[in-house]
């Protein structure tokens, strides 16, 4: 439909070309490797070039993306190095309290009491648990607070907005 606004979300980066059929390497940028084989449409690059998936194979922690629009390698070079993306509307759900990466990226965090810690700059995953850096925009000092719920108190994604509850020395 034209003028209709979408968002997208970024699911994989495109490392390079595989073979000579026009498929494309992408490396995941979601813990769920297998989430692949539930794309029908993607969109390609920094103009959002709309494909269908034909096919999806694994390698190495790849996947090997065919689209049904390209059949050779030369069709697909322009991708390399460039990113994939879904409609935002296609995302997977998740189950209560879990959280996309990027939905926790740029939230604004407070303490228990009000007062303004920073915001999130990046999600680090670990096997435990993530762990958010949270960076003070005045000072520029970074402080790492475990994605667990007796550090966050609250999370409010629509407002862009933690609430934790530090232990001392966690925020100096």
């Known amino acids: 439909m034209a003028g209709e606004y979408m968002d997208y979300i970024k699911v994989g980066r495109i490392t390079n070309t595989h073979g000579i059929k026009g498929e494309l390497k992408v490396f995941p940028l979601t813990d769920n ?9 993607v969109y390609l690059g920094n103009n959002k070039e709309r494909a269908e998936v034909e096919e999806v194979k694994y390698h190495k922690g790849f996947a090997i993306i065919k689209f049904k629009e390209f059949d050779n ?55 435990s648990n993530d762990v958010y850096v949270v960076k003070d925009q005045e000072s520029g000092k970074e402080y790492l607070i475990p994605a667990v719920k007796k550090f966050v108190v609250d999370i409010d994604i629509d407002n862009k907005r933690l609430i934790i509850d530090p232990i001392e020395g966690m925020i100096e």
Do not use: M
């Open 33 to 41: 490797l297998n989430r692949f084989d539930d794309l029908k449409i």
């Open 73 to 127: 390698i030369n069709q697909v070079l322009r991708f390399k190095d460039d990113f994939l993306f879904i409609d935002a509307k296609d995302k997977v759900q998740l189950p209560k309290d879990h959280y996309f990466i990027f939905d926790i990226v740029d939230c604004l965090v407070y303490d228990t009491k009000g007062k303004e810690i920073g915001i999130v700059t990046d999600v680090l995953q670990y096997a």
